[in-house]
Nanobody, 127 residues
């Protein structure tokens, strides 16, 4: 069983920063990869970032250079450091765990393929 709990969301001015946390229990940290997704109002859930167990990371073009994903194994917690936030970053952010191994990046950016999800945390960026 895998449990994921996000925290750290809130209201921030454009240009500001937030750090989201995803506390994991169960077998989450033994999975192949863990990622962040977001859902903006009226839009589908979209990929944000992913970190594989080996340490490699991959980001959506929209957040590359502004967001950074990291892992603290001692605390069983994954983080998403978000800098230079923009109003279009406003969304509910979710962390997800992916135990399966795929051969292409498109599988890892597909939210439908993730079996484990947290409840989400709201991020609102005011202009």
């Amino acid at each position: 069983q895998v449990q994921l709990v996000e925290s750290g969301g809130g209201l921030v001015q454009a240009g500001g920063s937030l750090r989201l946390s995803c506390a994991a229990s169960g077998r989450a940290f033994s999975t192949n990869a863990m990622g962040w997704f977001r859902r903006a109002p009226g839009k589908d859930r979209e990929f944000v970032a992913i970190r594989w167990s080996g340490g490699n990371t991959y980001y959506a073009d929209s957040v590359k250079g502004r967001f950074a994903i990291s892992l603290d194994n001692a605390k069983n917690t994954m983080y998403l450091q978000m800098n230079s936030l923009r109003p279009e970053d406003t969304a509910v952010y979710y962390c997800a765990a992916q135990p399966a191994r795929y051969s292409g990046i498109s599988y890892y950016t597909d939210a439908e393929r993730y079996p484990y999800w947290g409840q989400g945390t709201q991020v609102t960026v005011a202009s």
